[in-house]
């Protein structure tokens, strides 16, 4: 399959600062990459690289064949939400759609207000007095209307309700069914483990990861906190099979699952037990879990 | 819809539209109010006499003021002198800022550059867009002044207002040219604000200096001002070597801009 995107050892420094450093990556045609980091990673600086806001210290990186200074033409067949919230300004957003829809080389009426009314946002209101979400929403809209070949979403669903949320995944699978490609990024991995393929992860500029998201999902971590009626031993929980950091103080039991909850749930099941929380991973968890073995940097928790 | 002019063009039309309006606006009130009190300067010359004579001549050369009591002089002091050229100038400065550093800072300009509008016709469609807007401005200036000069009477020619008007709208381009030069070049809003705003008052007091100073005179031909009202288009109508000259300073300003721009990174 034909590469969309190639980046090879691109690296954008801001001043002293590294924004991203050596960068290869290849996004394939028909792929939906998740592009996952914690705040400050360089997800941002990426992107941008991609669209040539910022040009790159070092390295090189193509999109749709063509480098992206040289690639101005290769725009229109690209869908950009920015990261921030950018969009602004007195006119409605049917105006600034249209706009954008124009410099593209026209967007039919219909698909403008066929999105705006699957997002569920009114294009009569000027930009600046919608709401977080719903300009969320017009910048969504803008990036999906022209059908574009490549989408590079930065944070696609920061600001969306979860119902929202669930259309605009809806909106990708759309998209990936018809062979298109999307690179999005994100912090929260269980959004991006519905739609991605694969997913990269970057931290401190450096992209540490990437994987299919099924190999990701069979390494997936939690958190439990399990309240029992009295004290138990701690020897009765350490060593079973994925369980880490196991740690009792009195009744409360907390520790760290690394694949089924099976093994836990039989140990606790010897006491009487009160109550059980399992949150969700965060990214730092996973990534901790991801090189357990390898790295010993993140030994700090 | 029109499809005539290029997007961003008809988009940068728009979001200057309550601009447009509004200095138009402004400088016809101008011109309306100041315009008014001169039949009382023309009736009452002594007045005109008196309050001339309380500031040195070579002031008011520098000045412009000279006849008081007739439309030209009259006009050149009150309209065209200083005042209606810089809040022209001002004008300019807001477009140019509009153009890229505001969006830019606001993060809007990431969405345009997203499509396929190169950054060098990014500048030259905002600078199109500058233009249309100063001259609704001019053109608005120049219809109130002519409308009062021949209801008052005034007698200017019509050809010299034109030119006056004609030379002001070049004015006024050159800084806003500059605002876009500075902004191609650097992304940082006060900076070009501090720039363009420092420039224009240099290149004013060159021009006044020059004229009130015997060594500062040969340097008059660096500042815009100088070819503006310097070859006194209000009595001697146009000027096609000052009006070039003026073209020719935006026409270098905006390659710089768009040169510059095409280079750097954007919102960083
Ligand atoms: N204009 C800039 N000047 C200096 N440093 C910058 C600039 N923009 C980004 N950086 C730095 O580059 C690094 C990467 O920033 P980037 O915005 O790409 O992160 P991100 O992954 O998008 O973060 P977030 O999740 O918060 O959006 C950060 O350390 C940031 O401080
Ligand atoms: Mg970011």
Not at chain 2, 54 to 64: E, H
């Amino acid at each position: 399959m034909a590469a969309v995107i190639e980046a090879e050892g691109l690296t954008k420094r801001y001043g002293r600062h590294p924004g991203l450093l050596d960068l290869d990556l290849t996004v394939l045609a028909g792929e939906v990459f998740g592009y996952l980091g914690p705040n400050g990673a360089g997800k941002t600086t990426t992107i941008r690289l991609f669209l040539d806001l910022v040009r790159p210290t070092r390295g090189r990186v193509r999109v749709l064949g063509a480098e992206p200074r040289r690639g101005v033409g290769e725009r229109r067949r690209i869908g950009y939400l920015p990261g921030d919230q950018v969009l602004t300004g007195r006119d409605t957003g049917r105006d600034l759609l249209r706009f954008l829809g124009d410099a593209r080389g026209g967007v039919p009426r219909d698909r403008i207000e066929e999105l705006a009314g699957r997002l569920g946002v009114d294009l009569s209101r000027s930009v600046r007095s919608l709401s977080r979400g719903n300009r969320q929403k017009i910048g969504l809209v803008q990036a999906f209307m022209h059908q574009p070949d490549l989408l590079v979403l930065d944070e696609p669903t920061s600001g969306l309700d979860p119902l929202v949320q669930q259309e605009f995944l809806a909106m990708i699978g759309e998209v990936r069914a018809s062979g298109r490609t999307v690179f999005m990024s994100s912090h929260v991995l269980a959004e991006v483990q519905q739609v991605a393929d694969r997913v990269g992860i970057v931290r401190d500029g450096r992209l540490v990861a990437v994987d299919q998201v099924a190999e990701l999902g069979g390494r997936m971590l939690r958190t439990v906190e399990i309240r029992f009626t009295e004290p138990v031993p701690v020897d009765g929980f350490t060593g079973l099979p994925g369980v880490h950091d196991v740690l009792a103080e009195g009744p409360l039991l907390r520790c760290r699952v690394d694949g089924p909850l099976d093994p836990l749930v039989k140990a606790a099941a010897r006491f009487t037990v009160v109550d059980l929380v399992a949150t969700e991973p965060d990214l730092e968890q996973v990534f901790l879990s991801y090189y357990h073995e390898g790295g010993g940097e993140h030994g700090a928790a | 819809m029109s499809t005539v002019l290029p997007s961003l063009l008809r988009r940068s039309l728009r979001e200057y539209r309550r601009l447009a309006v509004g200095w138009t606006a402004g400088a016809v009130t101008w011109v309306l109010v100041y315009t008014a009190f001169y039949p009382r300067m023309r009736d009452q010359p002594e007045a005109a006499k008196v309050s001339l004579e309380t500031v040195s001549r070579s002031v008011r050369d520098a000045l412009g003021w000279t006849d008081y009591s007739t439309g030209t002089g009259y006009l050149q002091a009150t309209v065209f002198g200083q005042f209606l050229p810089l809040i022209v100038i001002l004008c300019a400065v807001l477009l140019g800022r509009g153009a890229i550093v505001v969006p830019e800072q606001s993060g809007l300009l990431d969405v345009y550059l997203a499509n396929p509008i190169g950054r060098r016709r990014l500048v030259l469609e905002r600078f199109a867009a500058m233009t249309a807007v100063l001259t609704l401005v001019c053109l608005g200036t120049f219809t109130a002044t002519w409308v009062m000069n021949g209801v008052l009477d005034m007698g200017v020619p019509t050809d010299r207002i034109a030119a006056t008007c004609l030379a002001m709208l070049l004015l006024a381009l050159v800084f806003g040219a500059l605002t876009l030069a500075v902004s191609g070049i650097t992304g940082r809003g006060a900076l070009v604000l501090t720039v363009t705003g420092a420039t224009v008052a240099a290149t004013f007091l060159l021009d006044a200096l020059g004229q009130l100073v015997e060594g500062m005179r040969p340097y008059r031909v660096l500042s815009p001002f100088h070819h503006y009202l310097g070859p006194d288009p209000l009595h001697t109508g146009f000027h096609p070597g000052h009006l070039l000259v003026l073209a020719g300073i935006s026409a270098v300003l905006v390659a710089v801009a768009a040169q510059a721009f095409e280079r750097r990174d954007v919102g960083v």
